[in-house]
């Protein structure tokens, strides 16, 4: 849970990056959902990720977004 919680905190700036060319944020797709499997009975875990899906929705074009659809 603890690893989970430390990957949703990974600075956006780490996966996607429009001046070099980087755009890892789909390889989150797996922690974020399983972030959302564990928040059925963790609550927290699963409001972190919602909150970090938030940041990336406001932050992200939406042609990266539409790849965590």
């Given amino acids: 849970m603890s690893c989970i919680d430390l990957l949703l905190q990974v600075p956006l700036a780490l996966l996607y990056s429009k001046d070099i060319g980087t755009d890892n944020v789909e390889l989150w797709k797996g922690v974020?959902?399983?972030?959302?499997?564990?928040?059925?009975?963790?609550?927290?875990?699963?409001?972190?990720?919602?909150?970090?899906?938030?940041?990336w929705f406001n932050r992200l074009p939406p042609n990266t977004t539409v790849k965590l659809y």
């Fill in 32 to 55: 974020m959902l399983k972030a959302l499997e564990l928040g059925l009975t963790d609550n927290t875990i699963a409001m972190t990720c919602i909150n970090m899906l938030e940041q």
